[in-house]
């Protein structure tokens, strides 16, 4: 049973430019959420999808976009990368609706901004 | 104002003795869920150990307890018998009821390093 899966596994771009990273949730998943992990912190939300929708957002500007195809797969992407957009991108998956379930983690990529 | 607490930046545990790894959690929803997880330098969150706020026991799983104190609003993580392997960042993390199956608060961890 495959876990989540996350690629690339790192990424280097310099500023201005654009990135997609790409997560498969957990087989039989239906939910993915992003977070942003910046070193020495801790991760913080940046949105889920379920159904193809964007459900729930955090505080991040709109240069954050993504989009969930109909297999439950995701992408994120980022526009005019700054600097600060350096970090850890952890996908993770669940099933929704549901019980208090914890969300199973991919190993992230790492993009780092020239 | 924070919602998730880990004021031990840092913590330094001999081999096979007990840790505790302190979490305060800051919430107004009656409903809420507190979590464990440990990412190894790898970057891959593992999960731990899930405590819901209504639940009469504090949860266990193997060498993994978190002792539940809600008036006081803290969750520790408590690794008893500590290996190399658990030289890790470990992050408490909470989810509020209208977050059901939503999104995760983490703190900002506590690195943990096991002594031989």
């Known amino acids: 049973d495959a876990g989540v899966t996350q690629s690339p596994t790192h990424l280097i771009k310099t500023r201005g430019q654009q990135v997609t990273l790409r997560c498969s949730p957990k087989?039989?998943?239906?939910?993915v959420s992003w977070y942003q992990q910046a070193l020495g912190q801790g991760p913080q939300f940046i949105f889920q999808?379920?159904?193809?929708?964007?459900?729930q957002r955090g505080n991040f500007p709109d240069r954050f976009s993504g989009h969930q195809f109909p297999n439950y797969s995701s992408e994120l992407n980022v526009n005019a990368l700054l600097l600060g957009d350096s970090a850890l991108y952890l996908c993770?998956?669940?099933?929704?609706?549901?019980?208090?379930?914890?969300?199973?983690f991919g190993p992230g990529t790492r993009l780092t901004v020239l | 104002a924070q919602k998730i607490t880990q004021t031990q930046p840092g913590m330094f545990v001999q081999e096979k003795e007990a840790v505790t790894l302190d979490c305060t959690y800051d919430?107004?929803?009656?409903?809420?869920?507190l979590f464990w997880y440990k990412q190894p330098s790898s970057g891959e969150m593992i999960f731990l150990i899930y405590?819901?706020?209504?639940?009469?026991q504090n949860a266990t799983e193997g060498r993994y307890s978190l002792n539940f104190q809600k008036a006081r609003k803290s969750a520790n993580l408590v690794i008893s018998a500590s290996q190399l392997g658990d030289s890790a960042m470990y992050f408490c993390?909470?989810?509020?009821?209208?977050?059901?199956?939503?999104?995760?608060?983490f703190g900002q961890g506590t690195e943990l390093s096991v002594k031989p």
């Open positions: 993390a909470m989810r509020e009821r209208y977050n059901q199956g939503g999104k995760l608060i």
């Open positions: 087989s039989g998943h239906d939910t």
């Open positions: 999808y379920y159904e193809e929708e964007e459900r």
């Open positions: 993770a998956s669940s099933l929704l609706p549901g019980n208090d379930n914890e969300q199973f």
């Open positions: 405590q819901g706020s209504y639940d009469q």
């Open positions: 919430t107004s929803d009656p409903s809420y869920g």
